[in-house]
């Protein structure tokens, strides 16, 4: 690649993102899910319209996993432990035994009412088992849900990567011959082993990380980001889940109280966002509309199979152990949103070579844009239907250890020095400038909030928070107080350094 090549290739991929940045905030206002734009541009820049060549599957397999390893990555390091810490047991049985269920029912359908082989038959339905991560935590974190429902959706999205991938690289075997034992024992050592390798990865991880004194805040977020990208890597290493060692790894990294949290998180949700644009133009440019239309009926039918009997029947089953009521099992049943991740998948049978893999690439690509038009902007609705949400529902607060240097701020400490003229100026008499304040005392081993009327010690330590543009007044202040006490302006004593 020349460098012009390489400018015109910046130049197009900043135009992309842009536009699907754009393309976001139409579809929020119309209320539609934003992947279908995302897979609409794909199709636009694609050979059919604007005349990009674009057929490699394993590209777009390679790229689009790691994707979703960013993808789930973020969602790990976005999802609050104390949403999801009563619901692992249940989350667990949806991304296991409910993958397996909504597989086998999915595949019945495909194979005795289109006629379909059972191997074609049973890559469907493992690849449409799987929720998916980016459309649930997209459309599910706007719902004033109850935590329940809605941690019990997001767990399941980033458990249930992990078997459904399982499953359709052992469906992709060419030539076909699936054994049980052998089947139950890769998938016991792989979510075992990537699970174990991603709890490893974030605990080291959330050891290190507080006692590192890096240089820059946004150091941070970086190396948060790569020890997830580390777990990812490693478990597939290992012939181990990635996607599960993944979104643990982020799960811990989230929740042992690492610093710049705020910073992580809005940097993880921005790689969230480009991963997202980048998978869903990939696979639309992957994909011919010209031989979309003939799987419409197909589609529908493994669509309507899987939305009517195989995810309420896996949802039922897997929470009968558990007491959740029936109308949040409705919900569960209805919200099993589907979106990138069957696509991705989707190209494993056609990389493998599995015959009639570009019928199962097509149809399982109508079926993602067929449903979410019909599922995404009906959630809202069918939660309030079934008493899930009030029609004027106070949307939760978000509270957040978010670093200074977002919120333009200066934290500066001082302590009072013998013969100061600081001492016995109350708090109010200092007139530090606007909006400079004192937020804590120290004296004497005790820490308190100060009152206006507060009388400051030689000895105490004090913690003040101002903003950028207004420090060095303040320390100004604080100086020529403490030479010449609170009408130190009165002896033309300003503070000015030494």
Request: proline share 6%; with cysteine.
């Amino acid at each position: 690649m020349t460098l012009h090549q390489l400018y015109l290739a910046l130049l197009a991929g900043g135009l992309v993102v842009l536009v699907s940045i754009v393309a976001t905030r139409v579809a929020v206002s119309v209320g539609l899910p934003s992947l279908l734009l995302y897979l609409a541009l794909g199709i636009v820049l694609g050979e059919d319209v604007l005349g990009i060549d674009f057929d490699n599957a394993q590209v777009a397999q390679n790229l689009g996993s790691a994707a979703l390893a960013v993808i789930l990555v973020e969602g790990g390091l976005t999802t609050r432990w104390s949403d999801i810490r009563e619901l692992l047991a249940p989350a667990g049985l949806l991304g296991s035994l409910g993958v397996g269920v909504s597989t086998v029912v999915t595949a019945a359908g495909a194979h005795f009412l289109l006629g379909l082989p059972w191997q074609t038959a049973l890559l469907l339905g493992a690849i449409v088992s799987s929720t998916d991560a980016a459309a649930v935590f997209a459309v599910l974190r706007v719902l004033p849900l109850p935590r329940r429902v809605s941690g019990l959706l997001e767990a399941e999205s980033g458990f249930n990567d992990a078997p459904t991938v399982i499953l359709v690289i052992v469906f992709s075997q060419t030539p076909f011959h699936v054994s049980a034992g052998s089947l139950v024992g890769t998938l016991a050592y792989e979510l075992a082993a990537g699970a174990a390798i991603g709890l490893l990865v974030g605990w080291l991880g959330g050891l290190a990380l507080p006692r590192l004194a890096l240089p820059g805040s946004g150091l941070y977020p970086l190396a948060t980001f790569a020890l997830a990208v580390v777990a990812f890597a490693a478990a597939g290493a290992a012939h181990a889940s990635g996607f599960l060692a993944a979104f643990l790894s982020a799960l811990v990294l989230a929740n042992v109280g690492l610093p710049h949290r705020a910073a992580t998180r809005s940097f993880a949700e921005g790689l969230g966002w480009l991963a997202q644009i980048g998978l869903f133009v990939l696979l639309g440019l992957l994909v011919n509309p010209t031989e979309l239309p003939r799987e419409i009926g197909n589609a529908l039918v493994i669509g309507l199979v899987l939305l009517v009997l195989a995810r309420p029947l896996s949802v039922v089953l897997c929470l009968l152990p558990f007491r959740v009521p029936l109308r949040e099992q409705v919900f569960l049943s209805w919200a099993g949103l589907r979106g990138a991740v069957p696509i991705v998948l989707a190209t494993f049978p056609v990389v493998a070579g599995v015959p009639h893999s570009d019928r199962v690439l097509n149809v399982v690509f109508v079926l993602v844009v067929i449903y979410t038009l019909v599922q995404g902007p009906s959630l809202p609705l069918v939660a309030r239907l079934l008493h899930l949400t009030p029609r004027e529902a106070t949307r939760q607060i978000l509270v957040e250890s978010a670093p200074l240097d977002v919120l333009d701020a200066e934290l500066m400490t001082m302590t009072i020095p013998p013969t100061s003229g600081l001492h016995a100026v109350s708090v109010i008499e200092l007139r530090l400038p606007d909006p400079s304040v004192i937020t804590l005392i120290i004296r004497d081993g005790r820490s308190f909030v100060p009152s206006p009327d507060t009388r400051l010690e030689t000895g105490d330590e004090l913690l003040i928070v101002t903003t950028r543009k207004r420090r060095d007044l303040a320390e100004r202040r604080l100086r020529a107080v403490n030479r010449r006490g609170p009408l130190a302006h009165w002896f033309d004593e300003f503070g000015a350094p030494d």
